[in-house]
């Protein structure tokens, strides 16, 4: 099978790194600047560089991995030469646009939206990691009948870890406008808000642990959200109006002195919250935590690992939560079934853990 990946940044360099860990007799090719190409032929990442995009006409499946406009601009140059059943597919965050483009274009091929659900704080090929798609949920957009008839792909994903699922792209765009784009804006808003208020010294002082916790991306670079903003824009402005009412009622509720008001907003929220699954991981089926303290010395990942691993216990995902120097931390470990938390739990409580 021939793959070629338009883009060697991090989704794409991680895209080939997992490929070739899973298959190296897989052939890949990519394009992007000749140095990074040259870096990932020296560690056997990929076989060919591509010079052109009008060598794109024998490949079996295509990943675009360029920012939002650049990856249409490359659908446009591709789509009219590939063959008979190629498979283009993006990995960009925002998706019906893409659509709109691949229904002006004539292509024997057959266009899927993509959008991993995973990253890193740091870009670029040097970060790449083979590792980033495991058990990270990949939203693959278009109609499903259509997309589970293409296997090559399904299985493709599979095969680097990835948990696949199926939406349709206007759904996929209104969605994350409120639980991905939205919280970014807010975010920025919140911080921004206490540069107009007093000293900002004392200010800054003051907004650690909660606040901090809740505006953490606010440090996202403006250069990674920019092609995003502008082409979900209506759909973000929808999620901003929407904000702003709820904010108003809040307003309007303080100023009449209406705590009853505010009290079922409150009420309202905590029933929503509560609502949503607790074991749910993003569009993850539901995973079931446990959290563990520990205490901040030498070795102490290595013995619970060890435990898991010589008991067959699969630990889906792991994560430091919290730890201060010389005290203790707490690690969440998330498994795929309650029988395996029960299990964990039992074995880790034998040999001393303690839980919080």
């Given amino acids: 099978m021939k793959i ?24 890949i090719s990519a394009y992007d ?66 659509f709109e483009e691949w229904d002006k274009v004539h292509s024997r091929g057959v266009f ?39 296997t090559k792909l399904l299985n493709l994903l599979h095969s680097i870890g990835a948990k696949v699922r199926f939406i349709d792209a206007r759904t996929h765009d209104e969605i994350v406008a409120n639980v991905s784009h939205l919280p970014q804006l807010l975010a920025v808003s919140l911080v921004n808000t206490i540069t107009n208020y007093g000293s900002k010294t004392e200010t800054i002082e003051f907004a650690a642990g909660g606040f901090r916790d ?15 903003f502008s082409v979900n824009k209506k759909n973000i402005a929808s999620s901003i109006n929407n904000l702003i009412e709820q904010l108003e009622q ?38 079931f935590d446990l959290f563990i303290s520990v205490k901040d010395e030498p070795g102490v990942l290595s013995k619970l690992t060890t435990l898991m691993f010589d008991n067959n216990i699969n630990i889906k995902d792991m994560e430091l939560l919290k730890i201060r120097e010389g005290a203790q931390g707490t690690f969440r470990l998330s498994f795929e079934s309650e029988s395996a938390v029960i299990l964990a739990k039992e074995l880790l409580q034998k040999h001393g853990f303690i839980f919080s």
């Avoid at 032929?41 to 052109?52: L, R, T």
């Avoid at 109609?143 to 293409?150: D, M, Q, T, W």
């Avoid at 505006?215 to 990674?224: E, L, V, Y």
Wanted: proline share 3%.
């Fill in 4 to 27: 070629s990946i338009i883009g060697l940044g991090l989704i794409g360099g991680s895209l080939a790194k997992a490929i070739k860990s899973f298959d190296n007799s897989l052939t």
């Fill in 33 to 98: 600047y000749k140095e990074t190409i040259a870096k990932a032929k020296a560690e056997g990442i990929i076989d060919y560089q591509i010079n052109s995009f009008s060598e794109l006409t024998d490949e079996d499946i295509i990943f675009l991995s360029l920012p939002i406009y650049q990856s249409l601009d490359a659908l446009k140059q591709i789509a009219p030469i590939v063959k008979s059943g190629c498979i283009l597919t993006d990995v960009c965050s925002v998706k019906n646009i893409f």
């Fill in 112 to 150: 899927i939206g993509g959008h991993p659900m995973t990253g890193k704080e740091k870009s670029g090929y040097d970060n790449a990691d083979a590792l980033l798609f495991e058990n990270a949920v990949y939203i693959l957009c278009g109609e499903e009948k259509a997309i589970k008839a293409e």
């Fill in 214 to 228: 809740m505006t953490r991306i606010a440090s996202s670079n403006f250069d990674i959200w920019e092609s995003i």
């Fill in 250 to 287: 809040f307003k309007s509720s303080l100023e009449v002195e209406d705590f009853l008001k505010i009290r079922e907003l409150f009420e309202t929220a905590r029933y929503m919250r509560e609502a949503i699954p607790k074991q749910n991981k993003g569009f993850l089926n539901p995973v």
